[in-house]
Nanobody, 121 residues
Framework: QVQLVESGGGLVQPGGSLRLSCAVS????????MGWYRQAPGKERELVAT???????NYADSVKGRFTISRDNAKNTMYLQMNSLKPEDTAVYYC???????????????WGQGTQVTVSS
């Protein structure tokens, strides 16, 4: 069974920082592109950032220069360093991963359960 578990969310003041983590566990043969998405109340889920296995990155315009996505392939873990946080960054942040499993050549997409980030004074 494959699981994605996020951690690191919380309440922070505007201008503050948080670091999110996403740990992937289970019978994984290859962990491919990963990404962070977020969903604010009353809005659709949106892309925040993605990272390839080779560590090529892509960011939403709204977070460029403030957020940094990274991954540790040896630990099957992805991170999102969020600096200069704004109230509009408040949302539930979800981890996403595409991967293959042992004994199966197909690629599957998985989501984490989400972690709340609240930016407020």
């Amino acid at each position: 069974q494959v699981q994605l578990v996020e951690s690191g969310g919380g309440l922070v003041q505007p201008g503050g920082s948080l670091r999110l983590s996403c740990a992937v566990s289970g019978s994984i043969s290859s962990l491919n592109p990963m990404g962070w998405y977020r969903q604010a109340p009353g809005k659709e889920r949106e892309l925040v950032a993605t990272i390839s296995r080779g560590r090529s990155t892509n960011y939403a315009d709204s977070v460029k220069g403030r957020f940094t996505i990274s991954r540790d392939n040896a630990k099957n873990t992805m991170y999102l360093q969020m600096n200069s946080l704004k109230p509009e960054d408040t949302a539930v942040y979800y981890c996403n991963a595409r991967l293959t499993r042992y004994g199966d050549l197909s690629e599957y997409e998985y989501w984490g359960q989400g972690t709340q980030v609240t930016v407020s004074s």
